[in-house]
């Protein structure tokens, strides 16, 4: 209990930061719009190979853009020795992870709801159709790409190119969880059922869990080794 109130805490200064200078978040979202307008000349909105890739379009969007909001959420400790401070609290180490890893998942969650109804518009998606399910799909993928985000962000917090490094350390881990969401986002844009798709949810589910008590079981490792 402790260390779910503890994560809670530092998630809610992270979310209360980035309120303040929303450096992050503009950033991103002014990312994905350009990367979002840019495809929209590059493919034809009304064909069906349009259609047929919209969730690999989506989620190749939120997934570089997400890299931004992931590379500042350690660097912004290295300042004036708050990342030492941090880490010398009386906090255990999965917290500050799991607090980590919540304030970026909120952030992501924000910028792709905020991303969706601009991609509906440019790429003739009726996204409403199945939105509740949509939306559980969201915050499985994020949550999935926060997590290995988050460890690789502690991991590289004090190497000099750590934007370079970051992306390439997070993409090749990921692949299976974007795989899962960008089959699943297809399918509810298209107006499928989820059942015919419940293995990749499942594979989604599961990459969750095995990686977020990864990153709680190293994170110790990574912010004190």
């Given at each position: 209990?402790?260390?779910?109130?503890?994560?809670?805490?530092?998630?809610?200064?992270?979310?209360?930061?980035?309120?303040?200078?929303?450096?992050?978040?503009?950033?991103?979202?002014?990312?994905?719009?350009?990367?979002?307008?840019?495809?929209?000349?590059?493919?034809?909105?009304?064909?069906?190979?349009?259609?047929?890739?919209?969730?690999?379009?989506?989620?190749?969007?939120?997934?570089?853009?997400?890299?931004?909001?992931?590379?500042?959420?350690?660097?912004?400790?290295?300042?004036?020795?708050?990342?030492?401070?941090?880490?010398?609290?009386?906090?255990?180490?999965?917290?500050?992870?799991?607090?980590?890893?919540?304030?970026?998942?909120?952030?992501?969650?924000?910028?792709?709801?905020?991303?969706?109804?601009?991609?509906?518009?440019?790429?003739?998606?009726?996204?409403?159709?199945?939105?509740?399910?949509?939306?559980?799909?969201?915050?499985?993928?994020?949550?999935?790409f926060t997590v290995i985000g988050t460890v690789f962000s502690a991991l590289t917090v004090n190497v000099r190119l750590r934007e370079l490094m970051l992306p390439l350390l997070v993409f090749p881990v990921t692949v299976p969880a974007l795989?899962?969401?960008?089959?699943?986002?297809?399918?509810?844009?298209?107006?499928?059922?989820?059942?015919?798709?419940?293995?990749?949810?499942?594979?989604?589910?599961?990459?969750?869990?095995?990686?977020?008590?990864?990153?709680?079981?190293?994170?110790?490792?990574?912010?004190?080794?």
């Open positions: 209990m402790n260390v779910l109130r503890a994560a809670f805490a530092i998630a809610l200064k992270d979310l209360r930061v980035e309120r303040r200078n929303r450096e992050v978040i503009n950033a991103a979202f002014s990312f994905a719009l350009v990367v979002l307008l840019l495809f929209s000349f590059t493919f034809d909105p009304s064909g069906e190979e349009t259609r047929e890739m919209s969730g690999g379009l989506l989620w190749l969007v939120f997934s570089f853009a997400g890299v931004l909001v992931l590379n500042r959420s350690f660097a912004r400790e290295t300042s004036n020795d708050c990342l030492d401070a941090l880490v010398a609290a009386p906090v255990p180490g999965a917290a500050i992870f799991l607090g980590k890893a919540l304030a970026n998942a909120l952030l992501l969650l924000v910028l792709e709801l905020a991303c969706l109804p601009v991609f509906g518009i440019f790429y003739n998606v009726r996204w409403q159709v199945n939105f509740g399910w949509l939306l559980v799909v969201f915050v499985l993928g994020t949550w999935g795989m899962a969401s960008v089959q699943l986002t297809t399918a509810l844009f298209s107006g499928q059922p989820i059942a015919p798709e419940l293995l990749w949810l499942r594979l989604l589910v599961g990459f969750d869990l095995i990686f977020t008590l990864l990153g709680v079981a190293l994170v110790e490792t990574l912010l004190v080794g």
